[in-house]
């Protein structure tokens, strides 16, 4: 995913001049990078898309940083940039008892703590079905900011809409199906299997 790209591909495909670089002082930059801005970290929040999932070991805070009255003895920052946490881990074991406040993750261990996060992703790591949405929405941008168009704009924010729908599942199959709940009982079945 290019910036500049998506930015002029939604000028050009509202009518409107495209732009040579970024930064540039014209309205049309302005509007554009403010509707880009806008629905970017939307988009990536708004779903955990593979590309912008990561697992990292999080680090403890000072016990005066632990606002948890719950578990007030362990304290973990979440990665800066954190959208969105979707499981939590002690070493491999899956984590259902813990507490977020803020930027710190508090539970009952005191090493060891993995979270999975969603966070902004970088450029080139975009799928190209969420870039075309991208796209749309920004389209929807420039149709209010500078065409003052705004019927259209609503059509275009629909299409995004319902390019959406059919992305997420679509992204969401490079990894297998899971269960939200995750039962220890079938894990402990599942390890004298093995």
């Not at 990292?56 to 946490?85: I, M």
């Not at 499981?87 to 008892?97: A, I, K, R, S």
């Not at 902004?120 to 796209?135: F, N, Q």
């Given at each position: 995913?290019d910036k500049l790209t998506i930015i002029n591909n939604a ?104 979270a999975v996060v969603v966070k902004m992703a970088p450029e ?25 168009d705004q019927s259209g704009a609503d059509r275009r924010e ?37």
């Amino acid at each position: 995913m290019d910036k500049l790209t998506i930015i002029n591909n939604a000028l050009v495909n509202t009518g409107n001049d495209p732009v040579n670089v970024l930064n540039d002082p014209s309205d049309e930059y302005i509007v554009a990078n403010r509707s880009f801005e806008r629905w970017i970290k939307f988009l990536t929040a708004r779903h955990s898309w593979p590309f912008a999932t990561t697992t990292e070991l999080l680090v403890r805070v000072p016990d005066a940083d632990n606002k948890s009255r719950r578990y007030s003895k362990n304290g973990f920052r979440l990665p800066q940039n954190t959208l969105h946490v979707k499981e939590v881990y002690w070493g491999t074991h899956p984590l259902t008892d813990y507490e977020i406040m803020g930027t710190v993750l508090s539970c009952n261990y005191d090493s060891e703590i993995y979270a999975v996060v969603v966070k902004m992703a970088p450029e080139d790591t975009w799928h190209p079905m969420t870039e075309e949405i991208l796209t749309r929405y920004v389209e929807a941008g420039c149709l209010r900011g500078l065409n003052e168009d705004q019927s259209g704009a609503d059509r275009r924010e629909q299409s995004a809409e319902l390019l959406l729908e059919e992305a997420r599942p679509h992204a969401d199959q490079q990894n297998p199906a899971r269960n939200i709940y995750k039962s220890t009982i079938a894990a402990a079945r599942r390890r004298r299997r093995v």
